[in-house]
């Protein structure tokens, strides 16, 4: 009998296929058709500091504000309770609902947001959270090591807050990824989450207007993810999630074989339903039985950079002759 389960963040998964955060995790019977379909869990729809703070404003104006101090404090913070609760109702139905871990995700906008809810997501039963964090490095004022900095700060502030698992979502802006990466593995992340993807600004060139672009990905992003999962995995102290460009069971298989201990999609399923998990899952057991692997373990990481005997894919970047094979 083929067993598909995995650890990853302290819990033993029934399967390493996890339906990533998005719209689809933020309703309850989708959260139940995926444990149906057999994911190994489900990470929420982010709660937004910065919708909330929306939410806000929008009850509570300037002027208000500036009027009656007391009462603005009251009514903020009276309002803010009221928005969230939505998102925490959400995580204690979940949690009570499903059989498989539930785990929470938060975006926060101030340094205070990220303990102040993160505190409020563990207080409402959620049993570990994913923090979605990035601060576009676009400052011409700023070095690298100030958004190093942030994001050791943030690690130890939300590990002096909180006692639920947390992993770390992030992106590929970084000069030192691998040397950066093994560092933020060292500081009691449980996981980290590699890579997010973020909305990204496209120009309408007959109304001179900013468009928005398609948000759902496609199969052709595996490859990055693949490369620094490979290059990755072995190499840390936390676990490693993987997520973008998976489409298909070929694209779990992979990022698994390449060392990830759980592999997150979204886009795939937007495209061809919650229902697909369930296709990919028997497509990566019928492959398990094929290569006579019982486990997940028996494979998982077989094709990384610290197992393969010559990893020069790996690092290969420049297209040449023999290697791309198409000149
Ligand atoms: C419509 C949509 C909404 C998303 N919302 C969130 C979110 O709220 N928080 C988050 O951390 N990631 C969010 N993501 C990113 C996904 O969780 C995932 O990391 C990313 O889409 C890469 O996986 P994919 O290639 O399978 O889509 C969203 C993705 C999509 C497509």
């Given at each position: 009998m083929v067993d598909l389960s995995v650890k990853y963040m302290g819990f033993k998964l029934r399967s390493p296929l996890i339906l990533g955060s998005c719209a689809l995790t933020k309703d309850i019977d989708k959260l139940q058709q995926a444990e149906e379909a057999g994911f190994g869990a489900v990470v929420l729809k982010s709660i937004f500091e910065e919708e909330i703070r929306h939410e806000v404003n929008a009850v509570v104006d300037d002027e208000t504000a500036l009027m009656y101090r007391q009462a603005y404090d009251y009514m903020t913070h009276y309002q803010e309770m009221a928005s969230s609760s939505k998102y925490l109702d959400l995580i204690k139905n979940a949690t009570e609902k499903?059989?498989?871990?539930?785990?929470?995700?938060?975006?926060?906008?101030?340094?205070?947001?990220?303990?102040?809810?993160?505190?409020?997501?563990?207080?409402?039963?959620?049993?570990?959270?994913?923090?979605?964090?990035?601060?576009?490095?676009?400052?011409?004022?700023?070095?690298?090591d100030f958004y190093y900095d942030s994001y050791l700060e943030l690690v130890e502030n939300l590990k002096n807050t909180i006692t639920i698992p947390f992993a770390l979502k992030v992106s590929t802006y970084f000069t030192d990824m691998a040397h950066f990466l093994q560092k933020l593995s060292y500081t009691g992340v449980s996981s980290l989450v590699i890579f997010n993807r973020f909305h990204a600004p496209d120009i309408n060139i007959d109304k001179l207007e900013f468009a928005s672009t398609n948000s759902l990905g496609n199969e052709y992003e595996l490859s990055n993810t693949l490369r620094w999962t490979g290059l990755l995995s072995g190499n840390l102290r936390c676990d490693l999630s993987a997520t973008t460009g998976v489409h298909d069971s070929k694209g779990l298989i992979k990022l698994l074989l390449a060392g990830a201990n759980s592999v997150?999609?979204?886009?795939?399923?937007?495209?061809?339903?919650?229902?697909?998990?369930?296709?990919?899952?028997?497509?990566?057991?019928?492959?398990?039985?094929?290569?006579?692997?019982?486990?997940?373990?028996e494979f998982r990481g077989l094709m990384s950079y610290k197992k393969v005997e010559n990893p020069d894919s790996y690092f290969r970047i420049q297209f040449m002759k023999h290697m791309a094979g198409i000149e």
């Amino acid at each position: 009998m083929v067993d598909l389960s995995v650890k990853y963040m302290g819990f033993k998964l029934r399967s390493p296929l996890i339906l990533g955060s998005c719209a689809l995790t933020k309703d309850i019977d989708k959260l139940q058709q995926a444990e149906e379909a057999g994911f190994g869990a489900v990470v929420l729809k982010s709660i937004f500091e910065e919708e909330i703070r929306h939410e806000v404003n929008a009850v509570v104006d300037d002027e208000t504000a500036l009027m009656y101090r007391q009462a603005y404090d009251y009514m903020t913070h009276y309002q803010e309770m009221a928005s969230s609760s939505k998102y925490l109702d959400l995580i204690k139905n979940a949690t009570e609902k499903l059989s498989i871990p539930v785990i929470a995700s938060v975006n926060c906008a101030t340094p205070s947001g990220w303990t102040k809810y993160a505190k409020m997501i563990q207080d409402a039963g959620a049993k570990a959270l994913e923090i979605n964090y990035f601060i576009l490095p676009a400052s011409f004022e700023h070095d690298a090591d100030f958004y190093y900095d942030s994001y050791l700060e943030l690690v130890e502030n939300l590990k002096n807050t909180i006692t639920i698992p947390f992993a770390l979502k992030v992106s590929t802006y970084f000069t030192d990824m691998a040397h950066f990466l093994q560092k933020l593995s060292y500081t009691g992340v449980s996981s980290l989450v590699i890579f997010n993807r973020f909305h990204a600004p496209d120009i309408n060139i007959d109304k001179l207007e900013f468009a928005s672009t398609n948000s759902l990905g496609n199969e052709y992003e595996l490859s990055n993810t693949l490369r620094w999962t490979g290059l990755l995995s072995g190499n840390l102290r936390c676990d490693l999630s993987a997520t973008t460009g998976v489409h298909d069971s070929k694209g779990l298989i992979k990022l698994l074989l390449a060392g990830a201990n759980s592999v997150q999609a979204a886009s795939v399923f937007y495209q061809k339903g919650i229902g697909y998990g369930s296709t990919m899952l028997i497509e990566m057991k019928d492959w398990m039985e094929k290569h006579g692997y019982n486990s997940v373990d028996e494979f998982r990481g077989l094709m990384s950079y610290k197992k393969v005997e010559n990893p020069d894919s790996y690092f290969r970047i420049q297209f040449m002759k023999h290697m791309a094979g198409i000149e």
